[in-house]
T-cell receptor
Framework: SQQGEEDPQALSIQEGENATMNCSYK?????LQWYRQNSGRGLVHLIL?????REKHSGRLRVTLDTSKKSSSLLITASRAADTASYFC??????????FGAGTTVTVRA | GAVVSQHPSRVICKSGTSVKIECRSL??????MFWYRQFPKQSLMLMAT?????????EQGVEKDKFLINHASLTLSTLTVTSAHPEDSSFYIC??????????????FGPGTRLTVL
């Protein structure tokens, strides 16, 4: 069952701007992951942050995790048109099952 | 990175027919695979966990006789939508986790299969 809530549901920004989206979850987790999905395609794994980590970077991506607030954020810096996609957070408890958030649709305007 | 393939990518069928979707891990063995369904503009909903050599486990509300899963080998899981109806039209995605050094690493997703039932 889904346990993640994401906000905003949709985000429209100008190329070069930063995009921030948030994810909240309800139960304890083992790790939290962020995925990107281009329209009508499969998911691409972006970054995984474990429950004992607070921040992680990968290229233009920065993910934070606050287990006390049960929330995570994904920051995309210097956005590009190619970043236009839907972004999902997914939590993992004690097995490999992913529980996905509702997703944030990001549109980057050229 | 690891690759998971799905076949077919698109399928259109008549109501009442059965459709089989294949999910393959191309460069790693997957004792477990997952099947998701995604309706337009919605998130992925886990349908079932496919276990190599044993029965699949289904999430609440998913009919196991409707969605037959077979995990015949360490690299192949199949999902058969039996007696498909228009409400089964959806985007079906599989995934497979890959361990690295005994630790959970990441899941690799197939490109998805678009099923349209007329």
């Amino acid at each position: 069952s889904q346990q993640g809530e994401e906000d905003p549901q949709a985000l429209s920004i100008q190329e070069g701007e930063n995009a921030t989206m948030n994810c909240s979850y309800k139960t304890s987790i083992n790790n939290l992951q962020w995925y990107r999905q281009n329209s009508g395609r499969g998911l691409v794994h972006l970054i995984l942050i474990r429950s004992n980590e607070r921040e992680k970077h990968s290229g233009r991506l920065r993910v934070t995790l606050d287990t006390s607030k049960k929330s995570s954020s994904l920051l995309i810096t210097a956005s590009r048109a190619a970043d236009t996609a839907s972004y999902f957070c997914a939590t993992v408890f004690n097995d490999y099952k992913l529980s996905f958030g509702a997703g944030t649709t990001v549109t980057v305007r050229a | 990175g690891a690759v998971v393939s799905q076949h077919p990518s698109r399928v259109i069928c008549k109501s009442g027919t059965s459709v089989k979707i294949e999910c393959r891990s191309l460069d790693f063995q997957a004792t477990t695979m997952f099947w998701y369904r995604q309706f337009p503009k919605q998130s992925l909903m886990l349908m079932a966990t496919s276990n190599e050599g044993s029965k699949a486990t289904y999430e609440q509300g998913v009919e196991k006789d409707k969605f037959l899963i077979n995990h015949a080998s360490l690299t192949l899981s199949t999902l058969t939508v039996t007696s498909a109806h228009p409400e089964d039209s959806s985007f079906y995605i599989c995934s497979a986790p890959r361990l690295a050094g005994g630790r959970y690493n990441e899941q690799f997703f197939g490109p998805g299969t678009r099923l349209t039932v007329l």
